[in-house]
């Protein structure tokens, strides 16, 4: 049984996490050490992870709300290739080992990052100039793409909202807060089947599970109001350092 010392840090990083998610994405990072820290297998702190992290999705929701205006038809887009993907990605992992994925998943983390990073030009060269992305025509490929990002989300997630956002800059979208009131819109329905499914399991440790929901729903408020205060230049280079920091752990940590 886990006592309060061991609960209070999760609770804390899941604060912290859900903050960061709601920023830039990358909040596992701190969430899925912090609870095999607390001796939970990794398997199981994966599935934990994605339960505690959802109520922080809620708040980064209502946090960015202000900034979906206009953006509705891309919200019902983002809706069914989000909750098929994390219904898929939650399956792999409930049927098969981590240790093949594992081992892809720093690169998927440094290629959705340097995609980020080079997304003005490269739309720029394919587009001819960037525009506002809602009135970007839906394509198949783009739907695709966030199918793919709901398994990989659903299946471990760290560096999912990098991976969105690098998404969302091909559809032609430029502001920073928009993209990330999206990019919460599809985590959220990503982490909810993926969730449930895992609850349905019976592979979630609840006592931390629940400690780590109460910090993460108030850190992804928190988190959605700090990055609307701040320059678009800003939350972009946050991106970057997230998500070069995804790269090296998911590159080194154990499995």
């Given amino acids: 049984m886990e006592t309060l010392t061991l609960l209070l840090p999760a609770l804390l990083a899941a604060a912290i996490g859900s903050a960061i998610n709601s920023i830039a994405g990358g909040g596992t990072l701190l969430t899925f050490p912090a609870i095999v820290l607390l001796g939970v297998p990794p398997l199981v702190a994966n599935a934990t992870s994605t339960v505690a992290l959802w109520p922080g999705a809620l708040g980064s929701m209502w946090g960015y709300r202000g900034e979906l205006s206009g953006t509705r038809t891309w919200l019902v887009r ?84 990098i991976l969105m956002l690098a998404v969302l800059g091909l559809m032609g979208f430029t502001n920073i807060h928009q993209m990330n009131g999206l990019k919460n819109w599809g985590g959220l329905c990503i982490n909810a089947v993926a969730a449930g499914m895992f609850a349905v399991s019976g592979i979630v440790d609840w006592p931390v599970a629940l400690a780590m929901a109460c910090g993460g729903l108030l850190g992804g408020y928190a988190g959605s109001r700090m990055a609307q205060r701040v320059g678009q230049a800003t939350v972009r280079r946050a991106v970057v350092v997230v998500g070069m920091a995804a790269f090296v752990w998911l590159l080194f940590r154990p499995i």
């Fill in 78 to 161: 983002f809706t069914l290739p989000s909750l098929l993907g994390g219904a898929v990605g939650a399956w792999l992992l409930l049927n098969t080992g981590e240790d093949r994925f594992s081992r892809i998943v720093p690169y998927l983390v440094l290629g959705a990052t340097l995609l980020f990073m080079f997304q003005g030009p490269l739309f720029r060269w394919l587009r001819g100039h960037p525009h506002d992305g809602a009135q970007a025509p839906a394509t198949a490929v783009f739907l695709v793409s966030q199918f793919a990002v709901g398994i990989y989300g659903g299946y471990f997630g760290a560096g999912i909202g």
